[in-house]
Nanobody, 126 residues
Framework: QVQLVESGGGLVQAGGSLRLSCAAS????????MGWFRQAPGKERAFVAA????????YYANSVRGRFTVSRDNAKITAYLQMNNLKPEDTAVYYC???????????????????WGQGTQVTVSS
């Protein structure tokens, strides 16, 4: 079992930055692929970014590539999502998720993930 708690959301103006954190419980954090997803009002949950358990490989959604950076600190059992040059269309509830079922293109699919945080609201004003 892994428990995930996101933090760092808030209200920011367009062009600003936020860093989301995802604090995990448990000693096996370093074996989990970590993903970030978001859900805007009236829309389905969408993939944002993912990072391999070792931290040496990442995936990004086209809409955030070059602006967002996913990272992890296995010693601190925490994953991060640095978000720069935020746009109003980035407004959503952001969720972190964890899975032990592997890496590869499947990591873009929410169905692969077994554990989810409660979400943190990010609002970008124009």
């Amino acid at each position: 079992q892994v428990q995930l708690v996101e933090s760092g959301g808030g209200l920011v103006q367009a062009g600003g930055s936020l860093r989301l954190s995802c604090a995990a419980s448990g000693r096996t954090f370093s074996s989990y692929t970590m993903g970030w997803f978001r859900q805007a009002p009236g829309k389905e949950r969408a993939f944002v970014a993912a990072i391999r358990s070792s931290g040496d490989s990442t995936y990004y959604a086209n809409s955030v590539r070059g602006r967002f950076t996913v990272s992890r600190d296995n010693a601190k059992i925490t994953a991060y999502l640095q978000m720069n040059n935020l746009k109003p269309e980035d407004t959503a509830v952001y969720y972190c998720a964890a899975n032990q079922r592997g890496w590869g293109p499947r990591a873009l699919g929410s169905e692969l993930y077994d554990y989810w945080g409660q979400g943190t609201q990010v609002t970008v004003s124009s």
